[in-house]
């Protein structure tokens, strides 16, 4: 049996033995609200990253109104791109253990066996005593030094499933973690270990993304009296037919499990999951198949039912996915993470929450919730559309933001729009003059290329695509300041700055201590004022001293072109994403219906009204008047 119908025959097998919720995806995907055409544009794209070397494949999945509409896989499973890649292929699916770790707690919960209110140390004696570290300055001679004090309150278990707990994922003593984060350890050794660490922040102050959930996963086995592997095996994964999840890959497996990302020469070792563990990371420890993620997506779309089976009861599953943090918290700030009311972002119990749309780096309803892993796998579930998506890749760690923004822009995007059929009025088209139509012409920026999506960024946003920078991507894992690369003819580029150089100081004031978001807010300023930089370069003891002018940088958006061509309206997407009908540097011509009134005769017809200002110029754009509308503002 060759691969292809191996595949198909193991997807089959799965939807006959599991019964109502078919992995398979249903045949019209029109009936379940989706453009098949524009469906096609998320193959089309991860297909050239592929191409462009960015990922050797990925596996992605749609489901809605309990169907799944789309499932593919693109590219290749080894890194020498010689295997193809099939929808069953295996990931390591890293940081999306974190809420199925939440959803195994919260059985607990249900059954009396754990209690949120109650202090870690219950559960693990050794998190007792933990205290947390603080710096003190003299207010004389303004040196500062670490010191520890007690905790406020104890760490609770609802703080593990929400990240107030205290912990991080740095600090301390680093070499200590190196030394226990093994596939030989336990995840008891390895808890009792952390516990003697200071805790980064007083437990329910700050949101801190951390260990916690492999804390959590230590409580459950000690509340089960189960391995967390076996407890998961039985209670989540057997029962809702998630056949492929678990810890390790099997020898039969290994032909399904993806290659780690080009510049891995193997998996690092405590992620060599071709080999048996004993160390369960409830925050990063499984391998799972998009069929097997899609169950447990779809159980909890459901309210915590799948098939028959009640793993939680709906109120639980309202909890975990309901804002669960003091309305006082503060965000810590981690590179690659984005948590708060400035980007519409809480967290539930096991889950970042959109809670607001205003602000949003994600289109998606309010009230949808998500996760990622550090590889680049990734899910939401958007309950006010009855939506599943995921989309499974292996990237270098943190690499994995741009491919998710794109895939969730792509998905919204293929929504189509109830009743958009050809206008009546197409049977007598409208001629306009060549003055009005060349009114028309220049650049409408959008917020979102669906009105389904409900993304609302905050006022000035469209202005905010243009300010004064050197053109410097920055960095700050692992420390200092680095440069990930420079934008081609901008003036950090023409200065000389390269890749790897650290960036030390902005005009003289030192970087050390900033976030990421301060260290930006340095590098940016007026166009044509000048920036002092000093770089540390590898190979050079001495700081090299930099001298750079800002100029206007402009960033992609979301951009229509509007053009008359032989006396014909024409539009393209110019930014970076297609729009409805209009796809990236494809010119669409247009039909009139009235003198602002145009349509697509073709694709899924989109329609469109230029609406002008008080002077009568055109300033906005709408596209598919009505309920479903979208509008871009002119901006040229």
């Known amino acids: 049996m060759n691969r292809l119908n191996r595949s198909l025959a193991t997807l089959l097998m799965l939807c006959l033995t599991t019964a109502a919720y078919e992995v398979a995806p249903a045949g019209d995907p029109q009936a379940l609200g989706f453009s098949p055409s524009r469906l096609e544009r998320i193959a089309r794209w991860q297909q050239s990253q592929v191409d462009a070397g960015a990922f050797s494949g990925t596996v992605a999945a749609i489901a809605r109104n309990g169907k799944v509409v789309y499932l593919r896989s693109v590219g290749f499973r080894d890194r020498a791109k010689t295997i193809p890649l099939q929808p069953d292929a295996i990931f390591w699916i890293a940081s999306m253990t974190k809420p199925v770790t939440s959803v195994a707690a919260m059985m607990l919960v249900e059954e009396g066996k754990l209690d949120l209110a109650a202090p870690v140390y219950q559960y693990i004696p050794e998190f007792k005593d933990t205290m947390v570290a603080v710096e003190r300055k003299d207010p004389v001679t303004g040196m500062t030094d670490a010191a520890r004090e007690p905790q406020k309150r104890p760490m609770t278990v609802e703080d593990l499933l929400r990240h107030t707990a205290g912990l991080t994922h740095g600090g301390g003593d680093i070499k200590l973690i190196d030394r226990i984060w093994r596939r030989d350890t336990t995840l008891a050794e390895f808890v009792a270990a952390l516990a003697q660490l200071p805790l980064a922040y007083q437990p329910g102050e700050v949101w801190a993304y951390s260990w916690a959930v492999d804390v959590l996963g230590r409580v459950i086995e000690v509340a089960s009296g189960q391995p967390l592997d076996q407890f998961l095996e039985s209670r989540l994964f057997k029962p809702l037919g998630m056949v492929d999840t678990g810890f390790w890959v099997p020898p039969e497996k290994l032909d399904r499990l993806i290659d780690p990302p080009v510049g891995f020469r193997g998996r690092p070792r405590v992620w060599d999951v071709t080999q048996p563990t004993t160390f369960f990371s409830g925050g990063a420890g499984l391998v799972s198949t998009a069929a097997d993620y899609l169950r447990f997506c779809q159980m909890l779309l459901n309210g915590g039912e799948l098939d028959g089976v009640r793993i939680l009861k709906a109120e639980t599953v309202r909890r975990m996915t309901t804002d669960s943090l003091p309305p006082d918290i503060r965000f810590a700030e981690v590179e690659g993470l984005a948590m708060g009311p400035q980007i519409g972002a809480t967290w539930g119990l096991g889950f970042e929450l959109r809670n607001a749309a205003v602000g949003s780096q994600v289109p998606g309803s309010v009230g949808s919730f998500t996760w990622s892993g550090i590889w680049g796998t990734y899910f939401w579930i958007d309950p006010a559309e009855q939506l599943i998506a995921l989309q499974l890749i292996q990237v270098a760690p943190g690499r994995g ?217 055109p300033a906005q754009l709408v596209l598919n008047p009505g309920p479903w509308q979208i509008t871009g503002q002119r901006i040229n």
């Not at 917020?447 to 000035?460: H, T």
């Not at 300010?467 to 081609?488: D, K, Q």
């Not at 008359?564 to 039909?591: C, E, M």
């Open 401 to 617: 933001g741009p491919f998710i923004g794109m895939f969730r822009n792509l998905t919204y995007g293929a929504f189509t729009v109830p009743d958009q059929g050809v206008p009546a009025s197409a049977a007598a088209p409208v001629a306009i003059d060549a003055a009005t139509l060349a009114t028309y012409t220049g650049t409408y920026a959008f917020s979102s290329i669906s009105a389904r999506d409900q993304q609302a960024p905050g006022p000035g946003a469209l202005l905010a695509r243009e300010f004064g920078g050197v053109g410097i991507e920055v960095s700050l894992a692992g420390g200092p300041a680095r440069v990930v690369s420079t934008i081609r003819d901008m003036p950090a580029a023409k200065a000389g700055i390269i890749g790897n150089d650290i960036i030390t100081h902005v005009d003289a004031a030192p970087l050390q201590g900033l976030t990421l978001t301060q260290v930006v807010e340095k590098l940016r300023g007026p166009v044509n004022s000048t920036v002092r930089l000093t770089i540390m370069r590898q190979g050079q003891d001495q700081p090299i001293e930099v001298s750079i002018v800002r100029a206007l940088i402009r960033v992609a958006g979301i951009d229509l072109q509007i053009a008359v061509t032989d006396g014909t309206l024409r539009i393209k997407a110019s930014g970076n994403l297609p729009v409805l009908d209009f796809d990236l540097g494809a010119w669409v011509a247009v039909t009139a219906m009235s003198e602002n009134e145009f349509f697509v005769d073709g694709g899924d017809h989109t329609r469109l009204v230029f609406e002008r200002d008080a002077a009568g110029k």
